[in-house]
């Protein structure tokens, strides 16, 4: 098998949701690896107090193909990557950190919309085929001062986004 996926850490909140967004989205099905080694690198940047680590959990396995469908999909040597055209802090987020009671959002927390094409490929019938599909989410990250390195949150539905 390859070796399993990482997230590269930074303490940049750009960078990160750019690496882990990257991280999210790329993966192969003949590689030898599962849904669940991709799910554990994106649960090792998890918030350490693990209070989000259970929705955390949920939120990445709605952007995962599941054990069937990964198995389905390898037949056709299904490979995934991400083409990310923007990124920003959403205007709603201003709104709910200004709504939050004291003490709810950890200083250093913020959220990335990411806007992209994700692009998947394979083999149907023999010959190569390719599809592209754009995608938006949102990715909440707790940074500096909370932590040195960034730290994932949780994750919006896919392609239903802050704004």
Do not use: M
Not at 22 to 40: A, M, V
Not at 137 to 160: E, G, I, K, M, W
């Amino acid at each position: 098998a390859s070796t399993p996926p990482t997230v590269k850490g930074s303490s940049d909140p750009d960078v990160f949701a750019r690496n882990l967004a990257t991280t999210l989205f790329t993966w192969d099905t003949n590689s030898g690896l599962w849904p669940l080694d991709y799910t554990s690198a994106i649960l090792a940047v998890g918030d350490p107090s693990g209070d989000e680590q259970a929705g955390l959990a949920s939120d990445v396995a709605a952007y995962l193909p599941n054990r069937d469908a990964w198995i389905e999909l390898r037949q056709y040597a299904t490979t995934q990557y991400l083409v990310i055209d923007t990124l920003f802090v959403p205007d709603a987020w201003a709104d709910a950190v200004a709504q939050a009671q004291p003490g709810q959002i950890a200083p250093g927390t913020t959220a990335v919309t990411i806007e992209g094409t994700r692009h998947r490929s394979g083999v149907w019938n023999g010959q190569p085929v390719t599809s592209e599909h754009a995608v938006a989410f949102t990715v909440f990250v707790v940074c500096a001062p909370t932590y040195p390195t960034c730290h994932l949150l949780r994750l919006s539905q896919l392609d239903n986004p802050l704004r």
